[in-house]
């Protein structure tokens, strides 16, 4: 059994848990930021979404130094990130919903809930938190991983005022975007079984992306460096997201900024 697979049975339990939207508004707080305008608005200069995360498990060492969503904004802000993501998973990443509420209440930027999501539940928890998007990742259509389609979880996202950011991160995926009504893409470097970092099919995955007209268009994940984030600048897209350096980061800020798009010739 592969990571995805072990998560996602530990993620079940806790989504079904009685106590999984304690501490959150019955009602979300109505209309909020649009994370695609954000991203659209940004995208000359290149969208940097910037995610609170507490754990990283893909990393030779998972731990992440201790921040608060206050410290976290403190540290973030400065270099006017075009949006904010937030991990709403407890098992393996000890995020929650709560703390997307948080991030949602001390900040007017658009706030995606990260979350491997195959519930109504999950998408009840991102209302109601406050996010303005929620992210539904291909991955899970495989068998036994998702019950409900893609497509009635994108709806249903968008009766609750949510946008819809769905990812892949190989090129066979995308035959998944048929049908789903998705406001954003974004290809994720890391294989969620694996738990490596490959670029080489991220890249040859975006390219295709790029090709079916699939806009705007994110990158994920992976991204240490400024090297890292032109690789994803050079294969065209309009944004990319970055947690753990970040939150690693003794001048985060200085980081974010040198992880913008190249002004040169060479890119999209």
Known sequence: MGFLDELLAANRSVVDDPGY???????????????????????????????????????????LPEHTV?????????????????????PSFQGSPQDVLELARKSERPVLFKDFVVSERQLEAAER????????????TRA??????????????????????????AEAELSEAEGVAADMFGVNAR??????????????????????????????????????ARRFWKEGVDGILVGSSVARSSEPGTLLRSLRRPRAPGYR
């Open 21 to 63: 939207l304690e501490g959150l508004p019955r009602k979300g707080p109505g209309r909020r930021p649009s994370l695609k305008r954000a991203i659209l608005a940004h995208r000359d200069a290149g969208a940097v979404l910037v995610e609170f995360k507490r754990v990283s498990p893909g990393q030779a060492h998972p731990s």
């Open 70 to 90: 206050a410290e976290f904004l403190r540290r973030v802000e400065p270099a006017a990130p075009a949006g904010l993501s937030c991990l709403a998973t407890r």
């Open 129 to 140: 938190s406050g996010a303005s998007a929620v992210l539904l990742i291909a991955r899970l």
């Open 144 to 169: 036994d991983l998702q019950p409900p389609s893609l497509g009635e979880l994108a709806d249903s996202a968008h009766r609750r005022g949510l946008e819809v950011l769905l990812e892949f991160h």
């Open 191 to 228: 294989d969620l079984d694996s738990l490596r970092i490959d670029r080489e099919t991220a890249e040859s995955t975006l390219r295709a992306a790029r090709t079916a007209g699939l806009r705007p268009l994110l990158g994920l994940s992976g991204i240490e460096s400024a090297e890292d």
